[in-house]
Nanobody, 120 residues
Framework: QVQLVESGGGLVQPGGSLRLSCAAS????????MSWYRQAPGKERERVAA????????NYADSVKGRFTISRDNAKNTLYLQMNSLKPEDTAVYYC?????????????WGQGTQVTVSS
């Protein structure tokens, strides 16, 4: 069965960095686009970054553009999110999601999430 397991979250000071990972199994990882979403308490879920199946095209929410980088290693079935210059407003649970296509137009599976807290 499809499994997505996030890791790498934690507590970091403003201006710091974290790298999230999402280990995928149970499907042909290299055939599907992937995305990172986040949800803060009391807020709507927001997609922060997406990547096509080959990694050739990425896109980002305006709120993270220039600070976050999404990438993937299809040989390792792993999705990454490098987060730099973190701000308190980046605090949220971060989820990876599998698309049902080579481009990130819809998502059919989600991980359990990893908490990111940015605070001094």
């Amino acid at each position: 069965q499809v499994q997505l397991v996030e890791s790498g979250g934690g507590l970091v000071q403003p201006g710091g960095s974290l790298r999230l990972s999402c280990a995928a199994s149970g499907f042909a990882f290299s055939s599907y686009a992937m995305s990172w979403y986040r949800q803060a308490p009391g807020k709507e879920r927001e997609r922060v970054a997406a990547i096509t199946n080959t990694g050739g095209i990425t896109n980002y929410a305006d709120s993270v553009k220039g600070r976050f980088t999404i990438s993937r290693d299809n040989a390792k079935n792993t999705l990454y999110l490098q987060m730099n210059s973190l701000k308190p407003e980046d605090t949220a649970v971060y989820y990876c999601a599998k698309s049902n296509a080579t481009i990130p137009i819809g998502h059919d599976y989600w991980g359990q999430g990893t908490q990111v807290t940015v605070s001094s």
